[in-house]
């Protein structure tokens, strides 16, 4: 199993920017698919982006489409969320995800390992 540790949640303004981090551990991180999930309150979890290895191929959600860019640093273990043009809607917990490959992780049946969680909150 992969250990998963997100960082970079915070609040910001509609329209502003953020950037998640997920650091991945263990002795199959550097072979999984990356990715990340949210679930605002009252709502389900659902899928946000993901990201193969070891050529990047990457899927997201359309609610996040052209605002959203999913990225990974192999050597490091670590996946990244940067996220631009925040809306209020997309305020939720967001949680990294691994699992076998990225094209599985585009839903939650193809997770494997979840993060603790971090929140973004974007206010109006």
């Known amino acids: 199993q992969v250990q998963l540790d997100e960082s970079g949640g915070g609040v910001v303004q509609a329209g502003g920017s953020l950037r998640l981090s997920c650091a991945a551990s263990?002795?199959?991180?550097?072979?999984?698919?990356m990715g990340w999930f949210r679930q605002a309150p009252g709502k389900e979890r659902e899928f946000v982006a993901a990201?193969?290895?070891?050529?990047?191929?990457?899927y997201y959600a359309d609610s996040v489409k052209g605002r959203f860019t999913i990225s990974r640093d192999n050597a490091k273990n670590m996946v990244y969320l940067q996220m631009n043009s925040l809306k209020t809607e997309d305020t939720a917990v967001y949680y990294c995800?691994?699992?076998?490959?990225?094209?599985?992780?585009?839903?939650?049946?193809?997770?494997?390992?979840w993060g603790q969680g971090t929140q973004v909150s974007v206010s109006s």
């Open positions: 995800a691994a699992g076998m490959s990225a094209s599985d992780l585009r839903s939650s049946s193809g997770v494997d390992s």
């Open positions: 263990g002795r199959a991180a550097g072979n999984r698919g």
């Open positions: 990201i193969s290895r070891p050529v990047p191929i990457t």
